[in-house]
Each structure stands twice: as structure tokens, then as C-alpha cells.
């Protein structure tokens, strides 16, 4: 059983930056894809970023440009990057990975990123 937890909630201006961090429990050599996900309130969940092997493997067009993804083994962590935030971005950020070899998949309990006008 993976556990993800992220951190690096907050409040921030319009145009300013966040760096969100998901600690999985274990290694993430076997975890493929992880990502980002989001929810704002009364809209569904929806793909943000991720990444495969290492290597950024899908943004949403609504970030892109804005937002980077990375890992770092060493540390199986898995970070957001967010740039030029917008009162858009508010939501609940959601960490994810999947296993590559049982295909179960794992989320954090989500934290909270909020960007005022």
C-alpha cells in the first residue's frame, strides 16, 4: 500500500507562486504515472500535470507554461511548481500516482491552495 501525502497549502496573491510537495511512502521507481490533480469547489476533478519516468508528460492548457512538475528520486517526492497563479487555480490539489506493474492507483487526502484577486 502507497501512501501519498502532499504538502505546501496556501494563500497567495494573484500572480505569485506556490510550490506544493507529495511524499510517497515508499519508492517511486515503480509508480507510473504520478501527477497532479485538482478540484474547485462545485466542478469536478480535473488533471493538472504529469509525469512519467521522470519526464513531464502532460499539462493542462490552463497551466501550462505556468506550472511545472518534478521528482526527485532520491527522495520520492513528486513537486508542483505554480507560477503566475490565478484566482482560477483556487482548488483542492490532489497528489496521484499509479502502480506500472498492479495498476492500483493512489491518492493524497488533498491540500488546499487558495489565490485571491
Known amino acids: 500500500q502507497v501512501q501519498l501525502v502532499e504538502s505546501g497549502r496556501g494563500l497567495v496573491q494573484a500572480g505569485g507562486s506556490l510550490r506544493l510537495s507529495c511524499k510517497a511512502s515508499?519508492?517511486?521507481?515503480?509508480?507510473?504515472?504520478m501527477g497532479w490533480y485538482r478540484q474547485a469547489p462545485g466542478k469536478q476533478r480535473e488533471l493538472v500535470a504529469t509525469?512519467?519516468?521522470?519526464?513531464?508528460?502532460n499539462y493542462a492548457g490552463s497551466v501550462r507554461g505556468r506550472f511545472t512538475i518534478s521528482t526527485d528520486y532520491a527522495q520520492n517526492m513528486v513537486y508542483l511548481q505554480m507560477n503566475s497563479l490565478k484566482p482560477e487555480d483556487t482548488a483542492v490539489y490532489y497528489c496521484?500516482?499509479?502502480?506500472?506493474?498492479?495498476?492500483?492507483?493512489?491518492w493524497g487526502q488533498g491540500t488546499q491552495v487558495t489565490v485571491s484577486s
Open positions: 515508499g519508492s517511486i521507481f515503480s509508480l507510473n504515472p
Open positions: 509525469v512519467r519516468s521522470g519526464i513531464p508528460t
Open positions: 496521484y500516482a499509479r502502480h506500472q506493474v498492479t495498476r492500483a492507483e493512489y
